[in-house]
């Protein structure tokens, strides 16, 4: 591959990595052609976008970048595909359910909302991240419940008050 070539992946690899806010390294390697190709169908169904790319090209795309990716560099062995996602929990629900039946892909490194993770142990924490618009929902739950109970207490007193107006009444 010509240096012209190359320049031309870690620039693209540069541009893809300012435009995802998340991303996931793994390792695929010994994955068969059905394998790999069943987990590039649920990738592009889950609106991940997965690349297989060569160690030194994306380690200087992230020096490129403008970002400190320090803590990632040692992960940076052997077969490297990163995993670009907009849902920071996405890529890790994908491998823990692609998991259940391959022993592939194993994670080494994740980018997750301005946070390093790296090691396959962190994969259960990656998979807890809520989304930003889970996190949006919970806040909404938790507005409405106060404001739901303002509301049963006021309709339930005001059936109160109507009967004890028409007991009243009754009466004369």
């Known amino acids: 591959m010509r240096r012209e070539e190359k320049n031309a992946i870690i620039d693209s690899l540069a541009e893809i990595l300012k435009k995802y806010n998340h991303f996931y390294l793994t390792d695929t390697a010994q994955l068969n052609a059905a394998d790999t190709s069943d987990l590039r169908r649920k990738c592009f169904e889950s609106d991940i976008k997965l690349i297989v790319v060569k160690n030194t090209l994306l380690k200087r ?24 996602a907009n849902a920071g929990n996405g890529p890790a629900r994908l491998i823990k359910e692609f998991r259940r039946k391959h022993d592939k892909p194993v994670l080494k490194g994740a980018y997750v909302q ?59």
């Open 61 to 84: 795309a992230l020096e490129q970048s403008g970002l400190n990716f320090e803590e990632l560099y040692p992960v940076l062995k052997g077969t490297t595909s990163i995993m670009f």
């Open 114 to 172: 301005e946070s390093i993770y790296v090691g396959e142990n962190m994969l259960d924490a990656l998979v807890s991240i809520k989304t930003k618009q889970e996190l949006i929902g919970d806040i909404i739950l938790l507005l409405q419940s106060p404001a739901k109970n303002v509301v049963s207490a006021l309709q339930s007193g005001g059936t109160k008050i109507h009967g004890v107006l028409v007991t009243l009444s009754k009466k004369e």
